[in-house]
């Protein structure tokens, strides 16, 4: 059994920053493929940063400049660093990563932590 707990998520005013993390935990061999999306009200689940094992990056084009995906491998933690907040970033924010167990590698989600952004 794996979870991803994530946590950081709160009320910020604009230009404000938050720093969400994402601590997986259970039975992990190893983890691939990390990433965090987020999901507004009335709105699809996009994806906003991308990040493999080896430390590459991939961002949402509205969220470059702004957010900065990294990882922990040792904490088996991911985390996302949110600088200069705007109103339309309110969302549920929602981590994934690729987890192997032995030789079979299974998706995760954690449970989503809100982010609202006031102006």
């Known amino acids: 059994q794996v979870q991803l707990v994530e946590s950081g998520g709160g009320l910020v005013q604009a230009g404000g920053s938050l720093r969400l993390s994402c601590a997986a935990s259970?039975?992990?061999?190893?983890?691939?493929?990390m990433g965090w999306y987020r999901q507004a009200q009335g709105k699809q689940r996009e994806l906003v940063a991308g990040?493999?094992?080896?430390?590459?990056?991939n961002y949402a084009d509205s969220v470059k400049s702004r957010f900065t995906i990294f990882r922990d491998n040792a904490k088996n933690t991911e985390y996302l660093q949110i600088n200069r907040l705007k109103p339309e970033d309110t969302a549920v924010y929602y981590c994934?990563?690729?987890?192997?167990?032995?030789?079979?590698?299974?998706?995760?989600w954690g449970q989503g932590t809100q982010v609202t952004v006031s102006t």
């Open positions: 994934t990563a690729d987890i192997y167990h032995m030789t079979r590698v299974q998706n995760y």
């Open positions: 259970g039975s992990i061999f190893s983890i691939s493929a």
């Open positions: 990040i493999t094992p080896g430390g590459s990056t």
